[in-house]
């Protein structure tokens, strides 16, 4: 077969060419064409069908998620943000903290466990790009129906791929969640998330300049895993009609990642590295196309030089591979051989596969001929931007005018208990523990705080104990009822979280997951949801660093409740002074925090009892979660609350029932005037939390509460062995605790 050179493209015009099985719109081909004033070659073809893909370029998003750029907060923390690798931001005493959120869905329901597995690799690698040593990860899940037998398959594969990639490379994994519903069934959501500590000179871009310097390519070999992967898994929808693409799926190999890392890291402190770049999606396609257009120059590239796990994989094959723990680095000649005797100690295979030249062209060549010969920006950043129609579906109204509100409630006290018993022990309000305790969450020794605490807390200065918070949360029911709103509910519910641990929240990376933007309905989801998302990153002057986009998460006609994952990062000057989650001390007095009022759409009652979505979502006050944060951070600081737990999900019953079982104590609650048991028990009105205060601390904390006009309720204390609601029920701990911990293990027997 004759090799398709650029010479051969310019003069056979006419030759057909795969670009819809490629993924390419003939809009898009044409564009290509016209780019290149020729047909592209084959390897040009590739490169740009995963370049320009959906999960690559963002076409259908980027034109709603510019918002995060025009209404960024003014925040002095912010040393890099959207468009690199990852984003960076000041915690003080000279270190930086990048970190970010990416999704591995499709892969994931293919293969779940090295669909998780590699999206752990691949997120850990963004951060390491970025000139950090990753210091901890956590996993935003979404699974279908609980009782599905298909989630009996998808389910132990992606904990597992996330457990077995985690702790082989020694990360603790500190947070996450995990939510069942059947709207994931064919679709579930695999989010992964990273953070990694530097020094602020240590910052590292993925860019190439200078010409002469060397493009090296170390880690793994090329292998045929991964073609396409999640590039073009990511960018359409799942059709029962098609085979399934195994081979687009990674496989990961986390030894070799733990060596990549020591070995990225040990250069970095011999600033032997001029510019650097990860491969994941779309693999060197992406690796040496956004370096050259972040350069000051161009790149030429000797294909036939890099290591091949399957010496028959052809030059598009090798351009298309998304095989894991390979990175691309850009070094001065005189820092190569130093930079080679460094990897061979890290028994990390390193090959100078090309250099930075003077001109503006990425040229690629295989045995000496030609068969790229490119603008690299085209490639990397100038690819379609669509602004597809969007509209308010005409399902919308009716579903907000089912006001769960109208649901039937308890009518007697054992009516009450019973449904307190059933929403503690429903699938999303379990315990995740089979799950977690698959995970090390305290390996390297400097976990503070984690699953099932609000926020996961690591130290990152021994001396000092200054630390930094994260936490990730995303509710789908409520952004089906309001995009706009869920989002905002998203952010405050995560914002609310790191603040609940003592940590003050300082910026945002967000993983929107969607359905097809190819639907109007969809759309209109993602618009509103940016928006939503954009405004109150604005007032809670939380900007947003970086993250991700998933769309086409739906199967035939059938999309995902849209769920767009928010992860707050916050910083905490001293660690041994956070705020855990547990009432563990007789005595203690029971605050609620906040506004209570009745409503119920989208709440855990309403799915649980009466398997109802309808009406609103609680109402979202961004001054209150501000006002909310900082009295929780002073009271942390200041020793005035022992416990903090945020009220979210399955409401204030669901805090106090995880806070006991936590400390192993009983609580005895009074409801307050102007409320009935149900709707102080159940309602999830947001900007709440529950706290614990030592009788001590009372005057002082209700003090500063009165002071700063954050309503403060006295409801109960901390006593006995059951949690008693006065005048209504009483339930032993140990009969909630196998209510609360035997569900999940149940299921997934």
């Not at 203690?588 to 609103?616: I, K, N």
């Not at 339930?731 to 997934?748: D, M, S, V, Y």
């Amino acid at each position: 077969m004759t090799l398709d050179t650029v010479k051969h493209a310019a003069e056979t015009p006419d030759v057909e060419q795969p670009w819809a099985e490629l993924g390419l719109k003939k809009d898009e081909y044409e564009r290509i064409r016209e780019i290149l004033g020729r047909r592209p070659t084959g390897a040009e073809l590739a490169m740009y069908s995963v370049m320009w893909s959906e999960h690559c370029s963002y076409k259908s998003s980027k034109v709603h998620l510019k918002q995060f750029g025009e209404k960024a907060p003014e925040n002095d923390a912010m040393l890099v943000g959207i468009g690199e690798n990852a984003g960076v931001v000041d915690v003080g005493q000279g270190y930086a903290v990048t970190f970010k959120v990416e999704s591995h869905n499709h892969p994931s329901y293919i293969e779940p466990y090295q669909g998780a597995a590699t999206g752990v690799g691949g997120i850990v690698r963004d951060i390491l790009a970025m000139g950090a040593r990753p210091v901890a990860v956590v996993d935003p899940l979404r699974f279908g129906a609980a009782d599905h037998p298909d989630t009996k398959r998808v389910l132990p594969g992606v904990v597992a791929g996330i457990g077995g990639y985690g702790n082989c490379l020694g990360l603790p994994n500190i947070g996450g969640e995990v939510v069942f519903d059947s709207c994931y069934q064919g679709n579930p959501l695999v989010n992964a998330g990273c953070i990694g500590v530097m020094k602020h000179e240590d910052i590292h871009l993925a860019k190439a300049s200078g010409p002469g310097n060397k493009v090296i390519l170390y880690g793994a070999r090329t292998g045929g895993d991964g073609i396409g992967g999640v590039s073009v898994l990511a960018s359409e929808t799942f059709d029962d009609t098609k085979p399934a693409k195994r081979p687009a799926v990674q496989v990961g190999d986390p030894f070799q990642e733990k060596l990549l890392i020591e070995c990225t890291l040990e250069v970095f402190a011999e600033k032997l590295v001029a510019g650097i770049q990860d491969l994941g999606g779309a693999g060197l396609s992406c690796a040496t196309s956004e370096l050259a257009s972040a350069g000051t120059g161009g790149m030429r590239v000797e294909l036939d030089t890099v290591p091949l796990r399957d010496a028959t994989l052809s030059p598009e094959e090798i351009l298309m591979s998304e095989s894991q723990e390979r990175m691309c680095a850009i070094v001065e000649p005189q820092h190569v051989d130093r930079f080679m005797e460094i990897c061979e100690k890290w028994d990390v295979i390193a090959t100078v596969i090309g250099e930075v030249t003077d001109g503006d062209r990425l040229e690629i060549f295989w045995h000496g001929e030609q068969i790229v010969d490119v603008p690299p920006g085209t490639v990397a950043h100038e690819g379609p931007t669509y602004h597809r129609p969007y509209e308010r579906p005409e399902w919308q109204d009716a579903l907000q005018a089912d006001d769960a509100g109208k649901l039937a409630r308890p009518r007697t006290a054992d009516e009450l208990r019973a449904q307190v018993l059933q929403v503690v022990a429903s699938p999303n309000q379990a315990s995740k523990a089979w799950i977690t305790d698959q995970y090390d969450r305290f390996v390297q020794g400097n976990t503070v705080l984690a699953q099932p605490e609000d926020a996961g807390v690591v130290r990152i200065d021994e001396e000092t104990n200054l630390g930094v918070a994260i936490a990730t949360d995303g509710n789908g029911r409520y952004a089906k009822l309001d995009p706009y709103t869920g989002a905002q509910l998203a952010l405050a519910e995560a914002y609310r979280n790191v603040a609940a641990t003592g940590a003050k929240p300082l910026a945002v990376s967000d993983c929107l997951n969607f359905g097809s933007p190819e639907d109007p309905g969809v759309m209109w989801q993602f618009a509103e949801a940016t928006r939503g998302l954009a405004d109150a990153c604005q007032q809670l002057g939380t900007p947003v660093t970086g993250g991700n986009v998933s769309l086409y998460n739906q199967t035939g006609d059938v999309a995902i409740h849209p769920t767009p994952v928010v992860a707050v990062l916050g910083v905490i000057d001293d660690v041994t002074r956070r705020t855990p989650m547990a009432f563990a001390e007789e005595g203690q007095l029971l605050y609620l925090l906040g506004d209570t009022r009745e409503e119920f759409g989208g709440s855990a009652w309403s799915q649980v009892v009466h398997d109802h979505l309808g009406g609103l979502p609680p109402r979202v006050d961004l001054d209150r979660e501000k006002l909310l944060g900082e009295i929780l951070v002073s009271a942390s600081r200041d020793g005035m609350v022992d416990a903090a737990h945020d009220l979210s999900d399955g409401g204030l019953i669901q805090a106090v029932t995880e806070s006991c079982l936590r400390g192993g104590q009983g609580a005895r609650l009074v409801v307050p005037d102007g409320l009935d048991a149900f709707t102080f028990l159940f309602s999830e009105s947001a900007g709440r939390a529950v706290v614990a205060v030592p009788r001590s601390e009372e005057l002082r904390f209700t003090d500063m509460c009165g002071a700063r006009g954050l309503p403060a309720t006295r409801i109960g204390v901390v006593d006995g062995d059951a949690i008693d609601v006065q005048g209504e029920f009483s339930i032993a701990l140990e009969e909630l605790r196998t209510a609360h911990e035997a569900t999940i293990p149940a299921l997934l027997a």
